[in-house]
Every structure is written in C-alpha cells, then in structure tokens.
C-alpha cells in the first residue's frame, strides 16, 4: 500500500518538476495570462514556480512515513481539484494569473483525482487491516469487546448470566441477599460480560459450595 502510494507521489512529482524547470528554461513572463506550451500544457513563470513547489512537497511527503504522504497526498488532490474550478472560470480573462488553458484544467482534473485516489488508499475504510498504518491499534478495551466471546454458551453459563441481571436489579433495589451484594461487589472493576459471568460463576464452584440464590 505504502509502495503505491509513494510511486504514485513520486510519478506526478517527477512530471511537475520537469514542467517547472522546462517553463524556468524557457524564460516564461512571471504573470503572463498568454501562456506558453509546455509538455502539452500553458504554463507561465509563476505556474512553472508552483509546480516545483508541489513537487518538492510530494518528494519530501513520499520519503517520510505513510500517513504523511497519505494526508499530503489528498490535500494536494483537493487543491488540484479546486484549482481547476476556479482557473475553468477565469479561462481567458485578465484574472487568469496561471495562464490556464481547458487542457490544464483536463489535467488538474485528472492529478487531483489521481492524487485523492492514491492518499485514500487503504485508508478510509471501515474494514482496515490489523497491519494497515491507518488502522486504529487495538486496546484492550477493544479486546475485551468479544461479541463472540460475550455471549453466554451452555445452559450454566446462560443460568449464570439470569441470576447476575437479577442480582444486579436487586442490589440496585436495595432488596438484595447478602450472597447477590457479595457477588456482585466481586465483580465490580470487571468490564467485560463474560469475565463478570466467570467471576460470578467462581461462586458456584469455590470452597464454600453452591450459592443460595434468590
């Protein structure tokens, strides 16, 4: 996943910084709004500055860690996408400072999806992998949230779990019997069901015998 990710950073970077340095070779005007063709694209002396900016920015982001060129990678992606909205509107005015013709705008289309795609991969998914570098690390809070685990299995184990909802009603009541409040007082700091169905049970099976229940 990292792999895709930082050669597709690397790849749009590589051609920004080409078409940066051919503009600055080739003496573009700074502010010209008649731009000049470049790889294919109008360019002028502050697009080719911006594009060696961006990719320098990518170059930096893909030789740092994961999420970092993830979350440069989408942020660039949106600032190629409203770059485009914003240039196809100006198209041949006096505004157009990027000297941006329709193929730039095909092109900053095309980037910033590519980019968005590429940073959102294997990232914004609600099934990440346990080694994915988004994926959230496990607690033991999460550990314990078994839903398997959680539910009672065996006729003991679901008469176990009756008798603890009733002494814990009761004790809420205030009509408990001392062996309820006993037991559910031992299970007290326990955030798991099934290790408060154990503890509970762990009366049933101890030195002083089977419980008298309510």
């Known amino acids: 996943m ?5 050669a597709g950073a690397v790849l749009v970077a590589v051609f920004l910084l080409v078409f940066g340095i051919l503009g600055f070779a080739g003496g573009l ?12 694209l109008s360019s002028n002396g502050l697009l080719s500055t911006i594009s060696v900016i961006v990719a320098l920015v990518l170059l930096a982001a893909a030789a740092r860690s994961p999420r970092v060129v993830s979350t440069v990678m989408i942020v660039i ?20 400072l990027l000297a941006f013709e329709f193929e730039n705008v095909v092109f900053s289309v095309v980037v910033g999806l ?13 099934h990440l992998p346990p080694d994915s570098p988004y994926a959230r690390p496990r607690t033991e809070d999460d550990e314990d949230v078994d839903l398997t685990s959680e539910m009672p299995s065996g006729p003991a184990e679901v008469a176990a779990e ?4 009733d002494a814990e009603v009761a004790v809420v009541q205030h009509v408990a019997t001392e062996d309820q409040r006993r037991r559910v007082a031992a299970m007290a700091g326990l955030h798991s069901r099934a290790e408060r169905r154990r503890r509970w049970m762990s009366f049933d099976t101890g030195p002083r015998g089977p419980a008298v229940r309510r």
């Open 2 to 6: 990292f792999i895709v990710q930082r």
């Open 29 to 40: 005007d700074y502010f010209s709004t008649d731009g000049q063709r470049i790889l294919g």
């Open 77 to 96: 992606g949106s600032l190629f996408l409203v770059s485009a909205l914003v240039n196809l509107a100006v198209l041949r005015t006096s505004v157009n």
């Open 114 to 126: 590519l980019l968005l795609t590429l940073g959102a991969y294997g990232r914004i998914s609600g």
């Open 162 to 165: 009756q008798a603890m909802r």
